[in-house]
């Protein structure tokens, strides 16, 4: 069984800032890792995933997530924000040991970024 | 187009009666999901099709119900709906990838009364 862990409920900033927020995962076999955006009103949308190679991963709008074996984390940042990125984040892990017709991804609770101009 | 559609977005449904909410997507996916989503908790997963192949969580097994008539069409169906039932329900599609990547609806707010 996979279990994703997103410690912060919430995480408030100002544009320009930079900003972390975290994601960790428990899984004794390979997995996919994921992070997806809801904004307000709106379904979910994909940013960024990681399987295997580089443990650094860029997405979208300047979203870049680091893969760590070693801490079980695949912790999403940008640079500089914008107050367009003030979003619902979600983690999401995937077990590839697996079929792809028979895996399921599994969602953290998420993580709300208020970011103020 | 990248769009999954679902209809409605709002539903209202008294206690004990049937709902059923509609999917669509376009993009010749062959995976479609339908979670349920409740404030402040993840998405979970309720079933997905792979091709025409239905598959259910163990959980909620014997809750829903759903239907694939086409590649591009996915219904969810609630037979009596219960206060329970009352969450945010999301569709999404995928193709190959292994299902990491998944292009989600707005979703349908099911209200039950």
């Known amino acids: 069984t996979q279990t994703v862990s997103q410690s912060d409920a919430h995480v408030t900033v100002f544009e320009g800032d930079s900003v972390e927020l975290r994601c960790n995962y428990s899984y004794g076999g390979s997995i996919y890792l994921s992070w997806y955006i809801q904004h307000h009103g709106h379904g979910l949308q994909f940013l960024l995933k990681y399987y295997s190679g580089n443990p650094v991963v860029q997405g979208v709008n300047g979203f870049e997530a680091e893969f760590s074996k070693s801490d079980s984390s695949f912790h999403l940042r940008k640079a500089s924000v914008h107050w367009s990125d003030s979003a619902v984040y979600f983690c999401?892990?995937?077990?590839?040991?697996?079929?792809?017709?028979?895996?399921?991804?599994?969602f953290g609770h998420g993580t709300i970024l208020r970011v103020h101009p | 187009d990248t769009t999954v559609k679902q209809n409605p977005r709002y539903k209202l449904a008294r206690v004990g009666k049937p709902v059923n909410l509609i999917c669509s997507q376009t993009m010749n996916h062959d995976t479609m999901y339908w979670y349920q989503k409740k404030p402040n908790q993840a998405p979970k997963l309720l079933l997905f099709y792979y091709d025409k192949i239905l598959n259910r969580e163990a959980d909620t097994f014997e809750k829903f119900q759903s239907s694939r008539p086409n590649n591009s069409f996915c219904s969810l169906y609630i037979g009596s709906a219960g206060l329970e039932y009352s969450a945010m329900y999301l569709c999404?599609?995928?193709?190959?990838?292994?299902?990491?990547?998944?292009?989600f609806g707005p979703g349908t707010r099911l209200t039950v009364l």
């Open positions: 999401a892990v995937r077990s590839a040991n697996t079929g792809a017709n028979t895996g399921k991804l599994t």
């Open positions: 999404a599609s995928s193709s190959g990838d292994w299902g990491c990547e998944q292009y």
